[in-house]
C-alpha cells in the first residue's frame, strides 16, 4: 500500500495536473504557522489513514 501511495503523489507531481480531489487539496495545504507544504511521507500518512478509516467504515457498515 506504501509503494502505492508513493507512486500516486509522484504521479501527481510529475503530472502538474489541477484536479479538484483530495490529494490534489493536501498536496496543497499549508501549515498556517510556517506556510509549509506536506512533504511525501505526511502525505502517505494522510492518504494512508483516509484509506483505511474507510476500509473498516465499510467492514462494519456490512458486519
Known amino acids: 500500500m ?7 503523489i509522484q504521479e501527481r507531481r510529475n ?6 480531489d483530495l490529494l490534489t487539496m493536501l498536496m496543497e495545504a499549508k501549515d498556517e504557522e510556517t506556510l509549509q507544504q506536506m512533504d511525501d511521507k505526511l ?6 489513514t483516509l484509506m483505511l478509516a ?5 467492514a462494519n457498515t456490512l458486519s
Open 15 to 20: 503530472s502538474g495536473e489541477k484536479t479538484n
Open 54 to 58: 474507510g476500509y473498516e467504515t465499510t
Open 2 to 8: 506504501e509503494q502505492l501511495i508513493y507512486k500516486l
Open 43 to 48: 502525505l502517505r500518512d494522510e492518504v494512508a
